[in-house]
């Protein structure tokens, strides 16, 4: 029997992206690094130069959607093997879980999934001799993948038992399975747009939020939209984009935007016609955030230093003050699924003590009269509510202003008793499910007497 012809990657169709693929889930389930240093930056993969725009986007969608299922994924693959994924070979478990993936929950053929995923192994010394396992193990997943599924609520095998654990506790069970539910599906395109909502919802083939947010289910790369170019929106998910209106209005007023970097709050704060600078430790993200800013045609001072430690020039004090706290960013698992995996239970105190010194810092910024927005982009109690009313008890000259109804566009659901705000993943329920859903927010608005 002749051996079959070695094919170089390059001459097979869909195999580098695969490739690439491969490795980037590698560095975020091996490595624990994060999916957007793996895909933008100084740290993206070197092979993302070399792929088409098409198959860039397959790349991210196959990643993003092994994150967001992994679980689901888990519990099929221990069905379809009997000794359990193979651990000697990281090559053999990543092509089993692409594979799987394209067969399950993606417009790929299944001949091509597990072709594709066969070659993956046979291109790696250590992962070689499991190409026949692989070849076996997906062809059954073509055939049982899909009962396998739906023999068990999987919603819930899709998060870390400590997270699913939590917002039991914090939400009750059915919200802790609806936000579940949420958190699978691939979420729209949210963007921020300077005016005309309407007018752009009809040109990006979306519909406008009562928020103003334009949503869209266009794909691919954002700088060949409408618009882009023109500096007339930027991304922001339609949940991230509702802690700087809290302000009310803000024309001509000062306001400094704490860890504001990569921009979205400090162009909203612009755009509203406050002056505003925007401080971040990190200067690779203010040179970004000067990027977009640039780009909306929109001007605001930057500062790279820590927050706890910067000073304000001259040591002015500013009518408002933004903190985007530093939190474990679980409210944006449906964004980047990879969260999920890299955060731990025990992130969450050690982050709850910086929220409280930032809070204690913004005091000594604010003008008397002036107002504090403080959020997160975390789903757990410690980092929003926990974090003000322990803020509140202590700081006697701060106090609570309620967020009224009509300041969200009458989303009485995401409205605390208190009167902050808190959106979850399960909220803005659409007859089309890809066009519902927000990031979990939590904001405050206090104000210095």
Not at 51 to 56: A, G, I, N, T
Not at 77 to 92: E, F, I, M, Q, Y
Not at 225 to 247: H, K, M, N, Y
Request: proline residues 6%; aromatic residues 4%.
């Amino acid at each position: 029997m002749k051996p079959s012809r070695f094919v170089p990657p390059t001459e097979v169709p869909g195999l580098a992206a695969r490739r690439i693929a491969a490795d980037i889930l590698d560095g975020v389930l091996h490595k624990h690094r994060m999916l957007d240093e793996q895909l933008d930056g100084a740290g993206a993969h070197p092979g993302l130069k070399t792929l088409s725009d098409r198959d860039r986007a397959l790349m991210r969608r196959l990643v993003a959607t092994i994150l967001r299922r992994l679980g689901t994924l888990g519990h099929v693959l221990s069905k379809l093997l009997d000794r359990g994924v193979p651990t000697d070979a990281p090559r053999a478990q990543s092509a089993l879980l692409i594979g799987a993936a394209q067969i399950l929950w993606m417009d790929v053929p299944d001949h091509a999934a597990v072709d594709l995923s066969v070659r993956l192994v046979q291109a790696d010394r250590r992962a070689a001799k499991y190409a026949g396992l692989v070849n076996a193990v997906l062809r059954r997943c073509a055939r049982e993948g899909q009962p396998l599924i739906d023999e068990v609520s999987t919603q819930m095998l899709d998060l870390p038992p400590w997270l699913v654990q939590r917002w039991i506790a914090a939400y009750g069970e059915d919200t802790a399975r609806a936000m579940a539910a949420a958190l699978a599906i691939e979420p729209a395109l949210d963007l921020t747009v300077k005016s005309d909502s309407d007018g752009w919802a009809t040109r990006l083939h979306g519909e406008a939020l009562a928020t103003g947010t334009v949503r869209t289910l266009l794909h691919g790369s954002v700088t060949m939209l409408p618009g882009f170019s023109d500096g007339e929106w930027w991304v922001q998910d339609a949940a991230a984009a509702i802690p700087a209106r809290l302000f009310g209005d803000i024309q001509n007023k000062s306001i400094a935007d704490l860890c504001a970097a990569p921009g979205g709050k400090t162009a909203q704060l612009v755009h509203a016609g406050a002056r505003v600078i925007a401080v971040d430790r990190s200067s690779s993200r203010v040179a970004r955030l000067k990027d977009n800013l640039s780009r909306l045609s929109l001007d605001a001072m930057t500062a790279v230093a820590d927050a706890l430690e910067w000073q304000a020039p001259a040591g002015d004090l500013f009518d408002g003050i933004l903190i985007d706290a530093p939190c474990s960013a679980t409210g944006t698992i449906r964004r980047h699924p990879d969260v999920a995996w890299l955060k731990q239970e025990t992130d969450i105190a050690p982050l709850t003590a910086i929220q409280q010194r930032m809070l204690q810092k913004a005091v000594t910024l604010l003008k008397p009269g002036g107002t504090l927005i403080y959020c997160t982009c975390s789903l757990e109690p410690e980092e929003g509510e926990q974090t003000v009313a322990a803020f509140l008890a202590a700081e006697s000259s701060m106090r609570r202003i309620p967020v009224g109804r009509d300041e969200v566009a009458g989303m009485d659901e995401i409205l605390t008793p208190d009167g902050d705000v808190r959106t979850l993943p399960s909220h803005l329920i659409h007859d089309d499910p890809k066009l519902g859903g927000l990031d979990g927010f939590y904001a405050a608005r206090l104000i210095k007497s």
